[in-house]
Structures are given as C-alpha cells and as structure tokens.
C-alpha cells in the first residue's frame, strides 16, 4: 500500500519575521528614547532632559517612532 503526504501548507504565504530592532528609537508610549541592541531593549532616556540636541530628537520622533 502506498500513501501519499499531504502538505497542507504548499500554497501559504509564507509568514514575514518583525525585523530587529538595532539602534535609537522614540517609543511614544513610555515618551522615551530607547536603544535596542539585536531585538532587546538596551538603555533607556526619557524624552524629557534628555541630553541630545533637539535636532536630533525631533528627527528620531519624526523617522524612528515605535
């Protein structure tokens, strides 16, 4: 007797992976800016005194917000 294998999965999308998280992001919710190092957060600074120029956090809002 012969049976065949069925594979119910041939013509699924393939699931896309969330991409690591490497750098300096603005997380809106905590008002933070958050570094993350291969996925994990890593070090934290509220926006609030934080030591950075305001150009610069101005633009990590605008183009790096979680």
């Avoid at 049976?3 to 393939?14: I, R, S, V």
Wanted: with cysteine; net charge negative; glycine share 4%.
């Amino acid at each position: 007797m012969i049976y065949h294998q069925l594979d119910m999965f041939a013509d699924a999308e393939p699931e896309t992976a969330a991409p690591v998280l490497n750098g300096m992001y603005y997380e809106q919710v905590t008002d933070m800016f958050v570094s993350f190092v291969l996925g994990k957060r890593h070090y934290q600074e509220p926006a609030k005194g934080c030591q950075w120029t305001k150009d610069w956090q101005e633009k990590t809002k605008r183009e790096r917000s979680i």
